[in-house]
């Protein structure tokens, strides 16, 4: 995962005023249900193809298919302004582990940490070989790898206060 200043600034943006809780695209803005035209034109400029048409017709990020680079394509390709344009779009969404999450049952893995290039998953060892995986939701930049590469689809994300410790 990329680390730089911009995209740093990109992803500390002011937080999300959408009133939709769904996973639509880096920049969706209180107006966005209002504005999209559902037209399609975001999903087919993600150069990783996870911007997808939900049942809705709106668009959303479908983590099952790669995680988002913050790249802005998407936000550029949308014609109406539904995807905030500016220099400080919001993205509020962090991740958190679920039940499935397979360390919770003892079984090794550690794939969701391997993932995460911002370092903010961490696993707390207890008793019987298990292991509780902690999100630190200030490194955390919802970017979706570790729900990607997670293979019990333990993953999801919920719009989250900075500063928090998330634990399953
Ligand atoms: S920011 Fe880039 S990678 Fe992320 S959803 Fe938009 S186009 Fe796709
Ligand atoms: S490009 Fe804009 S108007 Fe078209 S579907 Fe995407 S968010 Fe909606
Ligand atoms: S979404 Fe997952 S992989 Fe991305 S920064 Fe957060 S914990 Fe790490």
């Known amino acids: 995962m990329m680390s730089n200043p911009s995209r740093r600034n990109f992803l500390r943006g002011r937080l999300s005023t959408c009133r939709s809780p769904a996973l639509h695209p880096p920049g969706a803005h209180a107006g966005f249900l209002q504005l999209c035209t559902q037209c399609g034109d975001c999903s087919r400029a993600c150069p990783q193809a996870i911007v997808v048409q939900s049942v809705s017709g709106f668009p959303e990020l479908d983590f099952s ?58 696993f707390r060892l207890v008793t019987g070989g298990r292991a509780i995986p902690l999100i630190d939701t200030d490194l955390c930049t919802g970017c979706g790898e570790c729900a990607y590469v997670c293979p019990a689809g333990a993953i999801t994300f919920t719009v989250s206060q900075p500063g928090q410790e998330v634990q399953a």
């Open 65 to 122: 298919k790669g995680a988002c680079t913050f790249c802005q394509d998407c936000m550029r390709a949308c014609p109406t302004g539904a995807l905030a344009q500016d220099d400080t779009p919001e993205w509020p969404w962090r991740a958190s582990v679920g039940a499935t999450c397979l360390s919770l049952a003892g079984i090794a893995c550690r794939t969701c940490e391997d993932g995460c290039g911002e370092r903010a998953l961490r």
